[in-house]
Structures are given as structure tokens and as C-alpha cells.
């Protein structure tokens, strides 16, 4: 069959496999399990700090935060930091991560996930990508984050860095349409 101009022009193929990924960025499965009264999820399984599961990773700090509907918080970037995070299944964000490290092989790909959407799944996120969420959900959009380092908002020691929301692109942000 032959298209219009326009339609040859505009026309593409959809990829389904899995997109680009990022060195040392890491998603691990969660088992939900459920019964007819609700359903438990094990976060982390911690022996002195350290989480089974997460190779060489040794949590210091928990974290809550929410994002309003429709809120992009990004980008944060860490020199120092691994930051582990989990959304509820009930939630859906899309998260934005970019490989800035310099010389990394992975320097400068750019990857894109849901999290939460009916699944549970830790999101390890290594020192220098640069990550951020948009909440794609109509209520508050919820993250618990494990962290190697205490924070601190001294400037001194403070290890979180920002770069602009659209470092990436806006269109990084938007839905995917097709």
C-alpha cells in the first residue's frame, strides 16, 4: 500500500523493547502479597544498614515525599549520594533519569519509567545521574527514598545539587503519545 506524502513523511515504528539504560541504575522487583484483607510489600531487608538486595548499598537515611498532581520535581543530582526509591503501586510517576558523569560509558543517555502503576520495584539511583519525577496521577504522587548519606543544607557539606527541570528537554516530561 502506498501513503499520502504527508503520512510517509510522519510515519514511524513504535519501539516496544526496553529503552537505553544507565550504568549502575537499577530496578528490582518487590513481591506484593495480597490476601482478601489487602496486601504487604517488604521495602528493604536491613542487617546492620545493609540492604538485602542491594549490593554494597548501606542505608543511613528514610525519606517521604509527595508530588501534587501534575508536579515535575527535577532535576537533583548527587556527587556522593545513592538514592533507592519506592512508589506505591497505587501512585504513577514518571521518573527522568541522565547519566552526567563525565566519562562514564553511559555519559549522556537519557532513560524514562514508570514507577508504581500497579507494580513495586526499588529504583537505585547511583551518584552524578541526574533524576527527577513528574506525578502522572490525579492525587498526591508518593516516593520513600533510602539514602547512603545524612543530609545536610549546609553548603559546606551538602551533597544535593540541582540542574534546571528542562535540562533534558520539556518534552522529556511529556506523555508519550501513540
Same mark, same amino acid.
Given at each position: 500500500? *502506498?501513503?499520502? /506524502? @504527508?503520512?510517509?513523511?510522519?510515519?514511524?515504528?513504535?519501539?516496544?523493547?526496553?529503552?537505553?539504560?544507565?550504568?549502575?541504575?537499577?530496578?528490582?522487583?518487590?513481591? !506484593?502479597?495480597?490476601?482478601?484483607?489487602?496486601? %504487604?510489600? =517488604?521495602?528493604?531487608? +536491613?542487617? @546492620?544498614?545493609?540492604? #538485602? &538486595?542491594?549490593?554494597?548499598?548501606?542505608?543511613?537515611?528514610?525519606?517521604?515525599?509527595?508530588?501534587?498532581?501534575?508536579?515535575?520535581? #527535577?532535576?537533583?543530582?548527587?556527587?556522593?549520594?545513592?538514592?533507592?526509591?519506592?512508589?506505591?503501586? &497505587? @501512585?504513577?510517576? +514518571?521518573?527522568? %533519569?541522565?547519566?552526567?558523569?563525565?566519562? $562514564?560509558?553511559?555519559?549522556?543517555?537519557?532513560?524514562?519509567?514508570? +514507577?508504581? @502503576?500497579?507494580?513495586?520495584? %526499588? %529504583?537505585?539511583?547511583?551518584? /552524578?545521574?541526574?533524576?527527577?519525577?513528574?506525578? +502522572?496521577?490525579?492525587?498526591?504522587?508518593?516516593?520513600?527514598?533510602?539514602?547512603?548519606?545524612?543530609? $545536610?543544607? =549546609?553548603? $559546606?557539606?551538602? *551533597?544535593? &545539587?540541582?540542574?534546571?527541570?528542562?535540562?533534558?528537554?520539556?518534552?522529556?516530561?511529556?506523555?508519550? !503519545?501513540?
Amino acid at each position: 500500500m *502506498d501513503f499520502s /506524502g @504527508d503520512a510517509k513523511r510522519a510515519f514511524h515504528v513504535q519501539t516496544y523493547g526496553p529503552g537505553p539504560v544507565i550504568e549502575g541504575v537499577t530496578l528490582t522487583p518487590l513481591a !506484593r502479597h495480597a490476601d482478601d484483607g489487602g496486601n %504487604l510489600t =517488604e521495602l528493604v531487608r +536491613l542487617s @546492620d544498614g545493609r540492604a #538485602a &538486595g542491594l549490593d554494597g548499598f548501606i542505608v543511613r537515611q528514610i525519606n517521604y515525599s509527595e508530588l501534587g498532581p501534575g508536579v515535575i520535581k #527535577a532535576f537533583h543530582l548527587h556527587v556522593r549520594q545513592t538514592d533507592v526509591w519506592y512508589v506505591p503501586p &497505587g @501512585d504513577r510517576l +514518571l521518573i527522568v %533519569l541522565l547519566d552526567v558523569r563525565q566519562g $562514564s560509558p553511559t555519559e549522556g543517555v537519557r532513560m524514562r519509567l514508570v +514507577l508504581g @502503576d500497579g507494580t513495586s520495584r %526499588l %529504583l537505585r539511583i547511583p551518584p /552524578g545521574v541526574a533524576h527527577g519525577a513528574r506525578n +502522572l496521577g490525579p492525587g498526591p504522587g508518593r516516593v520513600i527514598y533510602f539514602t547512603d548519606l545524612h543530609f $545536610s543544607a =549546609e553548603p $559546606s557539606s551538602c *551533597d544535593e &545539587g540541582r540542574l534546571p527541570w528542562d535540562f533534558a528537554g520539556a518534552d522529556v516530561w511529556e506523555v508519550t !503519545r501513540g
